[in-house]
């Protein structure tokens, strides 16, 4: 089992920063690969940035060259560093671990609000 705990999120205006946190607790030795979502009121959920266990990274292209996500290995955090946000990233992020030792389970957090103003 492995339990997700985000943070970070809020209210900021267009061309604002925000970094968001995910603090992952269980069998994390099983993780092979962290993400972040979001999902927009009415839209189906999607994926925003990726990061596997060897150190590869994958980002929606609506957002590659101003979001960066990263890994603290030491502290079991995911990060997601959103620069020059837009009112089009408003939405909840969840933070989405995969893992298992033979079956791959999908883990996810509560999710956090960013609310981009214009």
């Known amino acids: 089992q492995v339990q997700l705990v985000e943070s970070g999120g809020g209210l900021v205006q267009a061309g604002g920063s925000l970094r968001l946190s995910c603090a992952a607790s269980g069998t994390i030795f099983s993780i092979i690969l962290m993400a972040w979502y979001r999902q927009a009121p009415g839209k189906q959920r999607e994926l925003v940035a990726a990061s596997t266990s060897g150190g590869s990274t994958n980002y929606a292209d609506s957002v590659k060259g101003r979001f960066t996500i990263s890994r603290d290995n030491a502290k079991n955090t995911v990060y997601l560093q959103m620069n020059s946000l837009k009112p089009e990233d408003t939405a909840v992020y969840y933070c989405?671990?995969?893992?298992?030792?033979?079956?791959?389970?999908?883990?996810w957090g509560q999710g956090t609000q960013v609310t981009v103003s214009s």
């Open positions: 989405n671990a995969k893992a298992g030792l033979g079956n791959l389970y999908t883990y």
